[in-house]
Each structure stands twice: as C-alpha cells, then as structure tokens.
C-alpha cells in the first residue's frame, strides 16, 4: 500500500467524491453575486444528483432492558443504498471543507492547543467560574436556576412558563433539552413546543431523534422531508423540491413564532467575565425564539463555560470551521441580559457532568463543544447513520458520553469504533476521543456490563490494546492501523460489524501516531 | 441542600487537581494582505452577503424596486416604517427590507456586528425580509480575535455577528438564502 499524501482530486480541483455517482451537473444552490457557487454553512462542496427515493432506514430499536444494538440498525441502514451513499458523502464533504479552512489557517493547531488549555483550565477550576458567571449574569438583571438533573430542568422550565401563563414556546436546537428529553415532558403537560431549525422541526415532525448534533436531519433524503411535511404540513406529496420544502417551513413556522408566548435557546459558550453567553446558529432562529417572545430561557450545561470574552476569539474560529467548514456560523450572538421589556432566565444543568468531571480518564470529554467534526470523519458513524446508536449523542464523542447516563442501556456502543484516531485528530479541542473510547471497553468489561461475545474479544485484544507502547508496536510493524487490528479486533467473526461480507471502512494508510510524526501534528494534514 | 449547593459542592469535590494554568492569548495576524477592506468585502460574499456601493437609497431602489414596507433604524435614512423600542415583533413582520448600522466589520470572516442599542428592537433584524447594513470601511478589524478586544460584548446586552443572511442546507446539503431570517444581506460602506 502506497502512502498517498495528496487527497486524490476530480477534475475540477477537488477532493474526489466517495461515491461518483452522485456526482450532478445542475446547481441549484445558492449562489453569489457574479453566479459562484456557494458553499458556506452545511452547503455540499460541489451540487450532488437528487437521491432516488427509498423508504427511510429507523434507528435503533428501543428495549427497556437490553443495550442498544447498534449493529443490527447499522446493518438496515447500509442495506438502504441510497440513504447510505449520501449520508457518507454529505459528511465526508463536510470533512474535506473543514481541511480546507484548517489549511488556510497557519496557527490552527495553536488555536486546538489553546482552546484544550482554556477549557482544561476551566474544568479544573469550574466551581468558581459557575460561582462568577452567577454574581454577573444576575447583576445584569438574569434570573439564574441550578439543575441537578434532567427531570430537574424540565420541571424548572416547566415552572417559569406556568408562572409566566405560556403555552407555546419556541426554541431553536439544543443537545441538552434533547438530554433532558424536554419535548416529551412539555407535551405531557400541556405546553406546545415548537422547534425552529430546519433539521430540528423535520426531525420533530417525524418524532425521531436528531441523528446529529449539528445537521439534524442528515440521514434524511428529500423525499422523507417532503413525505414528513405532507402528513404533518399539509403540503404537496409529489414536490420534493428542496427550496419548496424549505419556503413551507418558513412559511408555516413564522406565524407560531410571532405569537409565542416564550423562546428558548441553548448555549455555546458562557462567559464568567461577563455572565453572558453565546448561541451560534445558520437560519438565525436563535435570535428569533430570544428576540421575538417577551420570555426568553436558555439552558446550559456547566460544562459550556469560558473565563472571558477574549476566549472566544479562539472558539469562535475553531467551532463552524470544525462543524462545518464554514469560517463562521451565519449568525453569533451574545445575550448579556434581557433586553428592555423582557425576561431572561438560564438553568445551569449539571446531569451527570459534576461526577464525570471526578474520573481521571473521562472528565476531558467535558472539553466538547459540540462541532460534530468528530463525526464526520468517523466511518462507522458515516456508514451506520446517528439514529442507530440508539442515544442522544452519537459517533466517536457519543461513544464516550452516553455509557455516563446508562452504562447498560450503551455498553455495546464503544465498540461502534474502529479505534482509527481520526476523531482526535479532527478534535478542535483535543479530546482523546479514540483512547477514551478504549478506556470505556476496558471499564464496560471489567464491570460486566458487555455481552459475552464482546468480553470474550476484550480478552483477546485486552493484553495488547491495554499497553499503549505493546499497541503502538504491534501497529507500526504492519501496514496499517486497520490491517492489524482486524486480526484480533475487528473481522473477528465475533464482531458483527464485518460479518455479511461487508467491508471494513476506508483503511487508513498509516498510523495515528505516523501521520502526528509526518504531519507536525496535523499542520499539514492529508489522507 | 438546594440544587445550587449540590451541584457546587460536587463541582468543588471533583474538579480535577492537577495544574491546570489559563492561557495568555497570542496575537495572530492576517496572513498574505493588508487590505482589510477588500477582504471584508470577498468573504462577506462567501458567506453568502453583498454589497453595493453607493447609498442607502440607490442599494434599496436597484436592489429591492418593489418593496414596499422600509423600516430604518439609523438616522441617516428615513423608511416608511418607523421602528420603536418594546414594539410588538407582529407589527415588524411585514417588513420588507430593514436599514440599520453595524458597529464594526471583521475581515477574517466578512461579519458585521450589530447591537440592541442600534437595531432599537433586535428582532427587526430576522423578521423583515431583506437587511441592508451600513458600515464605515474605518470600522472593519482584521480577525474575529480583534473583534474580542473590543468594549460592545462587555456594554450590550445583545450583540450579535451577522455572516451573510440566514442560511441553511440542512436538506441533501442544497444552500438556501431565508431559512427563518432574512432572506439576504448587503453592506453599504459608508
């Protein structure tokens, strides 16, 4: 095997697409003012062909007492050809416009550097950051609630709405009400709810999960989208125009949000020099749920602060790059207070953060900021789709967050890896995603919470993938990461993920640590 | 012992211990040009924005001959719809283009920063149809770093970067202008 270090390019300049196939001529993208094809927020590099219609691949079947199959909804995933090509282009793309940006970057991995450095710093010092982020925000005039847990939050929001005589509220995304199944909650007692992301309120509509943390509805071809607002919009069935679907949306949505009673939002980032806090969204319905309702409620993991506003001049330029490729998110805003006539509340939600931040070798993963590059690049989650993980979080930073709310219910999901180091090579803030996510095999395994077929594989690769310096060797003497660990790890015939003749993803052409040597630690980073 | 004292009290017991310091920030600077204006004005088009050069009233009457509601919100121009502090956003929902002024501009990444004190009702921002922004060429910082050194994140209580208009291409990646908010956004230097 040759080591490539130029991406392989089509003709027109750019890295070749993954499934040619879906390769279009007519664009019918934005475009800018000379004709230019555009391709800033979640935009495809080059305009892919209409997919064929198909029935929709489901995600993960939900047991109440058994752990999450992720192998079984993968392999129905995959068995969807046509969901399945464009999800790994769509997210491959993504990948490749993300090294583009980094490459016209010179002090990115400086940036990675300092933003791990901020956040560590941050973390080891949270109680006082919490402690000043409050004293502010409520000298700015913030009404300030703590959660404990999940059912905590629902309930407070739940409270403040009551107290306030709403009905209907407006939110724009947010990983964490998601953690908090919020939805759910609201419409048992009464409150209708009323997602404003595209991808969001698609996912909404169907009653599905987001599949992921940024593109919501990304396993999802037009024609699902136009099936979805037929039954549930009232529009056309036939028309699965991109930019009708789209308008009806718009159209739909504006009139619930001028007569919301209440807009939430998430959060970003928040900043204890100033007890602010910031929301990053491309449709600019953040600001519309703050901005338009004389109620606004944010809710934020304690995990989301940053000592000062200079600080975000490192995360602001690490996250939609990361995410998406994209220099910026279209639209960043920052809430100091509530403005003339309204009311702002925050609940700080702990849910299982506080403890996480107690465990030598998972309280890093609490760096996240929730690009979702991690994703991207990772070829399980590209060729299994978000919803067969079964969890709130999915791809390589799911592995290692969802075994900490039900370590059970998730225990096969480390093992949804091919421990590649992609994702912490892409990681805008330095998480060692893929040696955590080999630290919860060995944790699930010594606590009895996997099957049997997988402690039996734990055993078999324990001895060697538990000894960095043996696994580091044991790779560096073979061609490739992925042809080594297939003989004792991954076409084990104990790992489904490669039985019915499927093949393994792209293998990698060196090892992690070859290509950190090779690269000067991704500055120059190429497949 | 409330939700508060709970959750500070594991915050405290757990945070890691090690020597975790705060980093001083470095200060980076734009590579390859120094025309801060004219790479304003490229990204700005890469993320979808444009601009137009000359005023208020010739951007609106090339750009937008058939609109029909105009508010302002700078006094250097008068609209058809004036725009008060605690309106009802209802009253702001026709709208079909708004004019207001950024404070600054950011080369790196062609943004504009607008403020509640400036946009006098921050929702006028997403709800009309159209943004023309007016911005001095004095006024564009080279990075997003920069923009971090100034005073308006520590002085308003909403301030907010606009990267071209709303956006989303959340269906088969296909790019659409005026996924919620405005459905484009031109500069005016001046």
Known sequence: MTLSKEPRRDDDGLPALLHTELRASDDKGAKGPAGQRLIHAEATSRPLRDAMPEPQPRGAKIHRHRPIDHNEAARRFIDAPHHEKMHDERLWDLRQKRDGQMHAIPEWEELRELASEIKQHTLAHLGDYLEQFETQALANGIHVHWAQDGAEHNRIVHSILADHGAKRLIKSKSMLTEETGMRHYMAGVGIEVIETDLGERIQQLDNEDPSHIVVPAVHKLRSDVADVFAKKLGTDPRNDDVHYLAEQQREKTRPLILDADAGMTGANFAVAETGSFVVCTNEGNADLSANVPPLHIASIGIEKLIPRIADLGVFIRLLSRSALGSPMTQYTSHFRGPRSGAEMHIVLVDNGRSARLGEPEFWQSLKCIRCGACMNTCPVYRRSGGLSYGATYSGPIGLILDPTFDRRRYSSLPFASTLNGSCSNVCPVKINIHEQIFAWRKALSESHDISTSKHAMMKVAGVVLSNPRLYRAAIATAESALKILPNFVVANPLNSWTRRGRNMPNPVTETFHQWYERTKGGKEDRL | ?190
Do not use: W
């Open chain 2, 1 to 190: 012992m409330s939700a508060r004292e709970a959750i500070l009290a594991n915050v405290h017991a757990n945070q890691p211990s090690g020597t975790y310091p705060l980093p001083d920030l470095p200060g980076f600077h734009l590579e390859g040009t120094s025309d801060v204006v004219g790479l304003f004005l490229k990204n700005l088009e890469g993320m979808g924005g444009r601009y137009h050069t000359g005023d208020v009233r010739s951007c609106i009457d090339q750009l937008f001959p058939n609109a029909k509601v105009i508010a302002s919100t700078v006094p250097d121009f008068a609209g058809n719809r004036q725009v008060f502090a605690n309106v009802h956003p209802r009253n702001l929902a026709d709208i079909d283009v708004a004019v207001t002024r950024a404070s600054f501009g950011v080369a790196e990444t062609g943004s504009i920063l607008l403020v509640d004190q400036t946009l006098i009702a921050n929702a006028v921002a997403y709800l009309a149809q159209h943004l023309v922004v007016l911005l001095d060429p004095a006024a564009i910082v080279p990075m997003i770093q920069d923009a971090y050194c100034r005073s308006e994140f520590h002085r308003h209580r909403y301030a907010s970067f606009h990267s071209g208009p709303s956006a989303t291409a959340d269906i088969e990646g296909v790019l659409i202008h005026g996924a919620q908010g405005v459905r484009s956004l031109t500069v005016v230097l001046a």
